[in-house]
């Protein structure tokens, strides 16, 4: 049973350009979520989907950031238009039911 | 939304030592979890813990639901415990909140 899996692992990328990030949840879980953490905090929640459905976002979702589950299965979290202000990392979780499984994580820094 | 207080921020063991960590809703949540942030940012499952009490070899935890509160144990600590700790519930929707973490530094 392999844990739910992010790519890339880290991404450096010039203020302006755009980014794709990956997830691949566990396997037969229908629920996937992307959060954000910053230096120092804890993770800040961003979407929800139930299957191919996004369900909930948080407001910390801006109009730069968009993210799809198209057949349920992975997921991506793509920033156009990157501000320094984007540096983070961005944490993938899937679940069954209640309790929530991470990823590693995809680190960005945008310069 | 919820708030959620971590306390200590910070605490330093010798190894062998036991500790507490705390945390401290706003409101009732429905789903608790704990986890342990190592050094490369994973996170990684300690407990699931809506409420009651337990117990995963060093550690356990308990949760006293209608006061709010969660604490974990750690027992007999090593080295390895070192890193940041972390609840987070759930009161609306699906959302995680995240307390702030308590970062934790044993040392030998």
């Known amino acids: 049973d392999t844990g739910v899996s992010q790519n890339p692992r880290h991404k450096i990328t010039k203020r302006g350009q755009n980014v794709t990030f990956r997830c691949d949840p566990i396997?037969?879980?229908?629920?996937l979520y992307w959060y954000r953490q910053t230096l120092g905090q804890g993770p800040e929640f961003l979407t929800y989907?139930?299957?191919?459905?996004?369900?909930?976002k948080s407001r910390l979702l801006s109009d730069r950031f968009s993210a799809e589950r198209p057949k349920g299965s992975f997921s991506t979290l793509e920033i156009q238009r990157t501000e320094q202000g984007d540096s983070a990392m961005y944490l993938c979780?899937?679940?069954?039911?209640?309790?929530?499984?991470f990823g590693p994580g995809t680190r960005l820094t945008v310069l | 939304g919820i708030q959620v207080e971590q306390s200590p921020p910070d605490l330093i063991l010798q190894e062998g030592a036991n500790s507490t960590l705390r945390c401290n809703f706003s409101d009732s949540v429905n789903n608790l979890q704990w986890f342990h942030q190592n050094p490369w940012g994973q996170l990684i499952n300690l407990f699931y813990?809506?409420?009651g009490t337990k117990q995963n070899g060093r550690l356990s935890a308990t949760t006293v639901a209608t006061e709010r509160y969660s604490l974990l144990y750690i027992s007999s600590s090593q080295t390895t415990d070192s890193g940041v700790y972390f609840c987070a519930g759930v009161k609306y929707g699906n959302k995680l909140v995240f307390g702030a973490g308590t970062i934790l530094r044993v040392k030998s």
């Open positions: 989907f139930q299957n191919e459905a996004q369900l909930e």
């Open positions: 979780a899937s679940s069954l039911e209640s309790e929530q499984f």
């Open positions: 396997s037969e879980h229908n629920r």
């Open positions: 813990i809506p409420s």
